[in-house]
T-cell receptor, first 115, second 116 residues
Framework: DTGVSQDPRHKITKRGQNVTFRCDPI?????LYWYRQTLGQGPEFLTY????????KSRLLSDRFSAERPKGSFSTLEIQRTEQGDSAMYLC?????????????FGQGTRLTVV | AQTVTQSQPEMSVQEAETVTLSCTYD???????LFWYKQPPSRQMILVIR??????QNATENRFSVNFQKAAKSFSLKISDSQLGDTAMYFC?????????????FGKGTLLTVNP
């Protein structure tokens, strides 16, 4: 399978615990994005990487959130001291920047439930 | 900042019929792209169709076509000959052009159900 892969698919955690999600983009893609999707809403941009550099972070990304993309390959999104409001689907997308033909490919997402 | 509005939370259509999903957007940009994404239940989001704002011709992909009204900032999706596999959430999305970010701004989505 050469698509975007996310792990785990589902995560249930207790409030206050730390969680980490992983995203493996399509191998030749240099851009990687994280989005958050809550019930009844469309995905909202969190952050993106160009290779290993994190170039933009949304105001939605509080200090409890951190994302990395070591060596410009896979990425991790960590949430510290989880809160119930963090419950959402976390989507990863990757793209190969080709000007006007840039297209984002999405993974299946990680559904986080904080209890 | 850009906003994308989808005013139809849910829609249904009979198999083989045609349905149109609405989307409006607000932006001060002149260079941008618009997309429709499909998110089937428990599956990843996939691109259905894209439209470059500088193109007057409406995009078409097989049974999917758009009606792009730039002055009205409207971008509707028409699905012809609806199939059961078209059942999904459909998201309209905006991307600013000419920059280096390429992030997407999504609407809230429309849940389309195709009935047999």
């Amino acid at each position: 399978d050469t698509g975007v892969s996310q792990d785990p698919r589902h995560k249930i955690t207790k409030r206050g615990q730390n969680v980490t999600f992983r995203c493996d983009p399509i191998s030749e893609h240099n851009r990687l994005y994280w989005y958050r999707q809550t019930l009844g809403q469309g995905p909202e941009f969190l952050t993106y990487f160009q290779n290993e550099a994190q170039l933009e972070k949304s105001r939605l990304l509080s200090d409890r959130f951190s994302a990395e993309r070591p060596k410009g390959s896979f990425s991790t999104l960590e949430i510290q001291r989880t809160e119930q409001g963090d419950s959402a689907m976390y989507l990863c997308a990757s793209s190969l920047v080709q000007g006007a033909r840039t297209e984002a490919f999405f993974g299946q997402g990680t559904r986080l439930t904080v209890v | 900042a850009q906003t994308v509005t989808q005013s139809q939370p849910e829609m249904s259509v009979q198999e083989a019929e045609t349905v149109t999903l609405s989307c409006t957007y607000d932006t001060s940009e002149s260079n941008y792209y618009l997309f429709w994404y499909k998110q089937p239940p428990s599956r990843q989001m996939i691109l259905v169709i894209r439209q470059e704002a500088y193109k007057q011709q409406n995009a078409t992909e097989n049974r999917f076509s758009v009606n792009f009204q730039k002055a009205a900032k409207s971008f509707s999706l028409k699905i012809s000959d609806s199939q059961l596999g078209d059942t999904a959430m459909y998201f309209c999305a905006f991307m600013r052009g000419g920059g280096s970010n390429y992030k997407l701004t999504f609407g809230k989505g429309t849940l389309l159900t195709v009935n047999p």
